[in-house]
């Protein structure tokens, strides 16, 4: 066999080997459209001992799985930055591709990944303009290693964007799409500003709610509070409850578990001088907030409204990033499982009370992944601003023990387009040291313009291959359904 015979054979061996590939990711999706069959309609289903059952976690949470075991979409690693008040925080000299590229190295490094591997990368960011920062994405991917093959991408559903990049990535691997992609979120507030419709339509005047979606966020929390009668100490305590968390789980080391320490400098506005410093803990966080210090804040945004800055959101820098993969890929790598991602909804409302968005989501969300409101164990819902989080949280009636148990965006602070995917870091890594008594968690937020996101997460290490059947005598075959 001369040499062009040769180097025509490989060619025609690596096409062939391609369209294999397509023909299975066709195959693998087309199962995802059909209807999922249920186990007694398995052709050995009558000859086998094993019945399909709940999986039980504690007495509480029951849940019906349905998917095959080795397609689930699994969280292998979540970290984020620290997270630093804009313009005076830590971050305030560092640039915005230098903040994202840590934890997009972090999630690679830590769990011995080959970068060449991973499918896609989507960017949760919302202020900067989407070419400029999506081109920052891309050099920060290169910081961290990624090779030129690996693909980069931005999404903005604004104070969701995070989520929405997770939940993307999430989709794409449950489609066939890839196996291995990374969900992150980015924004650099000490640089990019919220900012408003520079010209509106004339038309916006006709239609009430095109108009209500320019309305200033905080004139969105002055409504929520007024319509549905959240009172300005029900805010203030809320503020209180989530410094005083936050702190707590700082003095406990909670978080370092999730922190990548950032390497960056701190430019004396004064004399210009560079300092080196490395970032590795939130900066926004006030110990000693309490109800009498509060009170003495004036509205921020109305003369006789009730929302301050003390009971609303930090302005922030941050950023994080999540590693999912489909489980099959996981267990054939022999890599700890961190989460299992369960479902993700979108809703939308009225845009003039844009801050109930979770009260309406949580529900679709948790519905979706066929439990009830009981069986969830741990939320963290975004306090965008008490006035809404509170509403959230009494309207689904939720226990407060069970949300934002590490505080939140109050005390934390909120990079819009980061907290979605901080959020999943600080989840799941309260879940797993909960272990067996913290099965399913809960990530929510309002959406600026009327929308409201969720997404379900279980605890990675909550069940094994044989967690969904039992035999005919109730006894569970499973070491980790008990």
Do not use: W
């Not at 931005?154 to 939940?167: D, F, H, I, M």
């Amino acid at each position: 066999m001369n040499t062009f015979e040769k180097t025509l054979n490989e060619e025609e061996e690596e096409e062939a080997l391609i369209m294999e590939k397509a023909i299975e990711r066709q195959r693998v999706l087309l199962e995802h459209l059909q209807p999922i069959r249920s186990f007694s309609h398995h052709p050995h289903a009558e000859s086998s001992s094993l019945t399909p059952s709940i999986c039980l976690a504690g007495d509480t949470s029951a849940y019906q799985r349905t998917a095959a075991f080795g397609d689930d979409v699994v969280i292998i690693a979540a970290y984020r930055t620290a997270i630093c008040k804009s313009k005076r925080g830590g971050f305030k000299d560092t640039l915005a591709d230098d903040l994202l590229a840590p934890v997009l190295k972090a999630v690679i490094e830590k769990t011995n990944l080959n970068p060449n591997e991973v499918g896609d990368i989507v960017v949760g960011t919302v202020l900067a303009p989407g070419s400029i920062r999506a081109m920052e994405c891309r050099m920060a991917a290169f910081y961290a290693g990624f090779p030129d093959t690996v693909p980069i991408r931005t999404v903005n559903r604004q104070c969701s964007s995070g989520l929405q990049a997770v939940a993307d990535v999430a989709a794409s691997i449950k489609a066939g799409f890839y196996d291995i992609g990374i969900g992150a979120g980015l924004e650099l507030m000490t640089v990019d500003n919220i900012g408003r419709v520079q010209q509106s339509n004339p038309k916006v005047d006709a239609f009430a709610q095109a108009r209500d979606c320019l309305l200033p966020m905080g004139i969105t929390s002055e409504n929520v509070a007024q319509c549905f009668g959240v009172t300005r100490l029900e805010q203030d305590q809320a503020a209180v409850t989530s410094h005083q968390r936050a702190a707590a789980a700082i003095a406990s080391g909670k978080f370092k578990d999730e922190i990548i320490p950032v390497s960056t400098k701190i430019v004396d506005p004064q004399t210009r001088n560079e300092k080196p410093v490395v970032i590795s803990v939130d900066d926004g966080i006030r110990p000693t907030t309490n109800l009498t210090g509060l009170a003495k804040l004036k509205p921020a945004f109305k003369s006789d409204g009730t929302t301050t800055a003390g009971n609303a959101s930090q302005v922030s820098d941050g950023a994080a990033a999540v590693l999912l993969m489909k489980r099959s890929v996981a267990m054939q790598k022999g890599l700890p499982i961190l989460g299992v991602f369960r479902s993700f909804a979108a809703v939308g409302v009225d845009p003039a009370v844009m801050g109930i968005g979770p009260a309406v989501a949580i529900p679709a969300a948790v519905k979706s992944a066929g439990l009830e409101l009981d069986n969830i164990d741990l939320f963290e819902i975004n306090e965008a601003f008490a006035s809404q989080f509170v509403y959230c949280r009494k309207k689904l009636n939720l226990d407060p023990e069970k949300v934002n148990v590490n505080g939140g965006a109050m005390a934390l602070g909120h990079p819009l387009g980061a907290t979605g995917a901080r959020c999943v870091a600080t989840l799941l890594h309260e879940m797993k040291r909960r272990g067996k008594d913290c099965r399913f968690g809960v990530i929510s937020m309002c959406i600026g313009s009327g929308m409201g996101a969720a997404a379900v997460f279980e605890r990675g290490d909550a069940v094994d291959g044989l967690c969904n059947a039992r035999v005919n005598n109730n006894n569970f075959l499973s070491k980790d359904a008990k």
